[in-house]
């Protein structure tokens, strides 16, 4: 029988999911058929499963992890943000419903149910399940109706390790705070805890170690040092983008969308010693560089209305004007193009923009939702990625598609071009020869090898600061109730 054990985190971003990832290949690695679990995430940077489910990006990493393909069980409710207040709401891989929050609260009781019918399929297959929280369990005042994090851990009865951030500082009060809020009845789930990202020497913090275990009751399993590789592995948030990302001199700009989505699609470029990847902020021009690449967008119209605030329109002509190439990925590739409209209001309320003009395609929102993995070729080499939008793109650039996937396009000129394809540049034989072609230096940088060393050193990286035999011990086999 699968045993299991639930990850909580003591705040957000506490690297819970990065935790969850090196467990994963730790145990797998061990002979155990180990397999991911997050009952809810909230993220825009979605992952396709092989039947054209959505599940967050992460816990395809830890299925990655695990050695097994990710499959929509995985994370069976799926929060994608669209405005400050609602979200998208994904449910055993397909969108039920686009939502504002306090409605969704008064569905969580009802997904509940979806969760555990996953977690119980999950658990069939698997001889050791890592659950993985979201946000805090400190959050008591979201603990009615909670299906993330102390309310699925009552439901499936399962052992909860708390993680708790030294690098924000204030790791105590994280910690023994969160005892002293919680109901006894969560604060007797609570077996374990650890402190994640500590820099320097680790034995300095031994004392503040024993004083969490001496007010909590908890076992300390240890304390985990800064993993400088960690920004090697696909980010969970659009806020975990690091400005700069390696010192290349082939230069890539990335304007911060507000609604950035699937941003996965920078992760062989940050990670390709040849390029250095910017993040441009609110607030600063477009600086001067070799490429500018439009990432992925949630809610297209506003963030197209917010680019043309920023004057980013100005820069990009500027840009193509001195020669310069322009990449659009899904939405980033909508803007691209002379129009874009949701009749329907599918985004937002209804409207229609005129695009920023480099290509020369419109599209029109739909209903229909494209939910796909996908394989060609782009530039007559080798690609697969996956799909997800809602728009439909025509005109005549199509014309020069430069990839039989993904609907590409592309200007008369070759400088500009789109597509719907996300996970372009992981292919390595069109990455290389793409950035050759605009004047990068040559690299035998392999993505996906990158990503399984960065995994292999996570996992050794944590056997060497924690107590993974007593983490082991403590999961069990889970009581569904």
């Not at 699925?152 to 002293?180: K, Y």
């Not at 004392?207 to 275990?213: F, K, L, P, R, S």
């Not at 993993?227 to 890539?252: K, Q």
């Not at 990925?329 to 937002?348: A, F, H, K, N, W």
Request: charged share 20%; glycine share 12%.
């Amino acid at each position: 029988m699968a045993r299991a054990i639930m990850i909580q985190g003591a705040g957000s971003n506490v690297g819970k999911s990065v935790l969850v990832a090196g467990l994963c290949r730790h145990f797998a690695r061990a002979g155990l058929r180990v397999r991911p679990f997050k009952p809810q995430n909230m993220s825009n940077n979605a992952a396709v499963t092989a039947d054209g489910g959505e599940i967050g990006r992460a816990q395809a990493t830890q299925a990655l992890a695990c050695g097994v393909p990710p499959v929509t069980d995985m994370n069976p409710v799926l929060l994608k943000p669209e405005t400050e207040t609602g979200s998208q709401v994904i449910v055993q891989g397909r969108r039920v419903a686009t939502v504002r929050a306090r409605n969704y609260f008064k569905m969580k009781p009802q997904l509940l149910d979806a969760a555990l019918q996953s977690f119980s399929r999950l658990c069939a297959g698997a001889d050791l399940v890592i659950v993985e929280g979201a946000g805090s369990p400190a959050e008591i005042n979201l603990r009615a109706g909670d299906i993330a994090n102390m309310g699925f851990a009552e439901a499936a009865d399962l052992p909860v390790v708390l993680a708790g951030d030294i690098d924000r500082g204030g790791v105590i009060a994280q910690l023994v705070g969160t005892h002293a809020v919680l109901p006894p009845r969560d604060r007797d789930r609570i077996e374990a805890f650890l402190v994640n990202k500590f820099r320097g020497d680790v034995s300095l913090f031994a004392d503040g170690a024993a004083a969490i275990a001496g007010r909590t009751g908890w076992h300390d399993l240890g304390t985990v040092p800064w993993f400088a590789d960690a920004w090697r592995l696909p980010a969970e948030d659009g806020l975990d983008i690091a400005s700069t990302r390696r010192d290349g001199a082939f230069r890539v700009v990335v304007p911060r969308l507000g609604r950035i989505a699937n941003f996965d699609d920078l992760d062989p470029l940050s990670a390709d010693p040849a390029v250095s990847v910017e993040i441009v902020e609110p607030g600063r021009p477009l600086p001067v560089c070799d490429l500018v690449l439009i990432p992925g967008s949630k809610s297209t119209l506003a963030d197209l209305a917010a680019f043309r605030a920023e004057g980013w329109d100005v820069d990009l002509a500027g840009h193509v004007r001195r020669g310069g190439h322009v990449m659009g990925l899904c939405g980033g590739y909508q803007m691209l193009g002379r129009t874009v409209s949701d009749p329907d209001g599918i985004e937002g309320p209804p409207a229609s923009a005129p695009g920023l003009g480099l290509l020369d395609v419109e599209t029109v929102m739909r209903p229909e939702k494209r939910v796909r993995l996908s394989d060609g070729h782009a530039d007559g080499r080798p690609v697969s990625g996956y799909e997800i939008h809602l728009g439909a793109t025509t005109g005549p650039d199509r014309a020069r598609a430069w990839a039989d996937v993904g609907d590409a396009a592309a200007s008369p000129d070759g400088r500009v071009r789109g597509c719907y394809l996300h996970g372009l540049f992981g292919a390595d034989g069109f990455r290389q020869a793409y950035l050759a072609r605009l004047g990068a230096a040559a690299t035998a940088f392999d993505h996906g090898a990158s990503v399984e060393r960065t995994l292999d050193a996570l996992a050794d990286h944590l056997a060497a600061a924690l107590d993974l035999d007593a983490l082991g011990g403590i999961a069990r086999a889970p009581v569904i109730r």
